[in-house]
């Protein structure tokens, strides 16, 4: 008879045991997807500082191509007017791959519902920061993106 009565405050104690731990697990998992909203990735620099984006007269006006700017996706786009654009393609919320939307003439990231003008700046949306702009050059047949120093 006493086993039996030695033996409840044991599983009372295990029960109370596990209970917290699944108290402490549900909190966990509540709090870290917000702590990772709240505190964005850290900007990965790029090991190189030019890139081939694409051939002249591979893009028609208004569309974009995303190509590889060292190891991570670049954005290249024909604005309506002719001109090139040349951004990073990572999101800076959560480091999604952003894309360029036609009809609304905006970077846009599908993650979250991001969007950033063609300068790489966020205009909605839960980016933190603006996409890293390259420069553009046309040489030759080539478009090549150059990553910009600022001193």
């Known amino acids: 008879m006493q086993d039996t009565k030695a033996s409840a405050p044991d599983r009372r104690r295990f029960v109370e045991g596990f209970l917290g731990a699944s108290v402490l697990a549900s909190l966990a998992s ?4 917000v702590l990772r909203y709240l ?22 006006p208004n ?14 786009i024909l604005e309506p007017d002719g001109k090139y ?3 990073s393609a990572v999101c800076t919320h959560l480091g999604c791959t ?8 905006n970077v846009w990231c599908a993650c979250h519902n991001g969007m950033y003008d063609l300068n790489g ?5 839960p980016p933190p920061r603006p996409l890293q702009a390259y420069e553009v050059i046309v040489k030759g047949d080539g478009i090549y993106a150059r990553r910009v120093h600022n001193t």
């Open 121 to 125: 700046r966020n205009i909605s949306g």
């Open 30 to 33: 509540f709090v870290y997807p």
């Open 63 to 76: 569309t974009g191509k995303i190509f590889r700017f060292g190891t991570r996706p670049a954005l290249l």
């Open 39 to 60: 505190i964005p990735p850290p900007a990965a620099e790029l090991e190189s500082d030019l890139a081939l984006a694409a051939r002249v007269g591979e893009l028609k």
């Open 98 to 105: 952003v894309q360029y939307r036609p009809d609304l003439h």
């Open 85 to 87: 654009a040349a951004l």
